[in-house]
T-cell receptor, first 113, second 111 residues
Framework: DGGITQSPKYLFRKEGQNVTLSCEQNLNHDAMYWYRQDPGQGLRLIYY???????QKGDIAEGYSVSREKKESFPLTVTSAQKNPTAFYLC????????????FGPGTRLTVT | DAKTTQPTSMDCAEGRAANLPCNHS???????VYWYRQIHSQGPQYIIHGLKNNETNEMASLIITEDRKSSTLILPHATLRDTAVYYC????????????FGPGTRLSVLP
């Protein structure tokens, strides 16, 4: 089936550790995105990538890093510099061009203690 | 910041039409109106989008006012599985424009 996969669904880490969240898509989409969602809130954009080997900061990029070495993959690293890393993380992708909706993965719930 | 305002929550009886309003009074001529929904602890799901004309698909209808300053998403026969948070988003259809998700409307479909 075509779609976006994120793994794992639940992730637990100790404070001070970096952690990498996986996002893979087989939709042949050029653009990929990472959002963060806190309880009762909307989504906030962390990073996005319109093409391989290129990415831009979103609204809340501090404490996060990404890479886009392959079209299918856009991993997000939550570094120890991120002050409040516990959240629900959502990855999305879209075709390039006009009037294209984003397709979302199932999300990863990260808990840092 | 989100460019839309939506009610925080709404209830709808099962089998009835759910009408979800959205105000976007500062929308510009090249911005589309998108609707997504998010069921608890899942990724958002695309529903529908439009520019000027009303749109309909298998999930919903989108009614956009003539001045484009507001719109209504209509779920014609709401079911319990339509209980979700519904997000109204305005976005230019330019390469690189991103979706800005506000808090949305929490729709509860009641039996």
């Amino acid at each position: 089936d075509g779609g976006i996969t994120q793994s794992p669904k639940y992730l637990f880490r100790k404070e001070g550790q970096n952690v990498t969240l996986s996002c893979e898509q087989n939709l042949n989409h050029d653009a990929m995105y990472w959002y963060r969602q806190d309880p009762g809130q909307g989504l906030r954009l962390i990073y996005y990538s319109q093409i391989v080997n290129d990415f831009q900061k979103g609204d809340i990029a501090e404490g996060y890093s990404v890479s886009r070495e392959k079209k299918e993959s856009f991993p997000l690293t939550v570094t120890s510099a991120q002050k409040n890393p516990t959240a629900f993380y959502l990855c999305a992708s879209s075709r390039s061009g006009l009037s294209n909706e984003q397709y979302f993965g199932p999300g990863t719930r990260l808990t840092v203690t | 910041d989100a460019k839309t305002t939506q009610p925080t929550s709404m209830d709808c009886a099962e089998g009835r039409a759910a009408n979800l309003p959205c105000n976007h009074s500062t929308i510009s001529g090249n911005e589309y109106v998108y609707w997504y929904r998010q069921i608890h602890s899942q990724g958002p799901q695309y529903i529908i989008h439009g520019l000027k004309n009303n749109e309909t698909n298998e999930m919903a209808s989108l009614i956009i006012t003539e001045d484009r300053k507001s719109s209504t998403l209509i779920l014609p026969h709401a079911t319990l599985r339509d209980t979700a948070v519904y997000y109204c988003i305005v976005r230019e259809d330019n390469y690189g424009q991103n979706f800005v998700f506000g808090p949305g409307t929490r729709l509860s479909v009641l039996p």
